[in-house]
């Protein structure tokens, strides 16, 4: 018989920590921030190829990748040359209440997942500051989130996440594979069809990338 799967110390989940208003903010802000930092569909080094969601950013720093120059975070948008929008609020709140690190979260990575979107399983490895947790939002579609150990190809467990939803991955949960193996399309109305057609999750992340 084999042991079942026992969730790494560090990974928090705050089932609705976000109520309907406060989603539906964040939803606004992230249709804001597109004005001036829209979505692109960023390509994986050498490859090149694309990947499933789709990206952007709030923050002093946004996360981003192309064939070029790889994985990495830039000041300003990769199409448009702009600075990315500012942080909202209630974000900068959350990482007060859950980082529980001394320096503010420098990017927040939006991904816009369609209905057949997934995202692999990784390790976020992209910031020096590796003691920072990783805050992690959901809105719109139910999605299942799956989080594993340390090595690639370990024991992993999944949950379904639903929007307003929040995980934390802190400690040595910080280090461990994690990523979307599905989307429940049409579980939530949150997100209005005319600024996401044809629906589905978006996922904002918080990260702090420098050491303080
Ligand atoms: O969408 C999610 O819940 C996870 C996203 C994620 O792991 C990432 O952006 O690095
Ligand atoms: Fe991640």
Redesign the pocket.
């Known amino acids: 018989m084999t042991a079942p799967f026992s969730l790494p110390d560090g990974f928090r989940y705050l089932p609705g920590h976000f109520d309907r208003p406060a989603q539906a903010a964040l939803i606004e802000a992230v249709i804001a921030a597109t004005r001036t930092a829209p979505f692109w569909r960023p390509a994986m080094p050498r490859t090149g190829q694309p990947l499933s ?1 789709m990206m952007t950013n709030f923050g002093p720093l946004g ?1 981003v990748t192309d064939k070029a120059k790889g994985y990495r975070y830039e000041s300003h948008h990769p199409q448009t040359g702009q600075a990315w929008p500012q942080m909202p609020l209630a974000l900068l709140q959350l990482w007060q209440d859950f980082a529980d690190y001394p320096a503010a979260p420098e990017a927040c ?1 939006v ?1 816009w ?1 369609a209905p057949d979107s997934r ?1 692999g399983m ?1 390790i ?1 490895w992209d910031e020096a500051a590796t003691d920072a947790a ?1 805050l ?1 939002v ?1 809105l719109g579609d139910k ?1 299942r ?1 799956r989080i594993g150990g340390p090595q690639r190809g370990g024991k992993t467990g999944s949950i379904v ?1 639903s929007s307003g939803d929040v ?1 934390v991955l802190g400690g040595a949960a910080r280090r461990c594979y ?3 193996d599905r989307i429940y399309p049409g579980t939530s109305t949150l997100l209005p069809p005319a600024a996401f057609p044809g629906g589905g ?1 978006i ?1 904002l ?1 918080l990260r702090r990338v420098n050491l303080p």
């Open positions: 969601v996360w990575l991904n997942y995202m990784h976020d990783v992690s959901s999605a989130f996440v995980v994690h990523g979307v999750r996922n992340t």
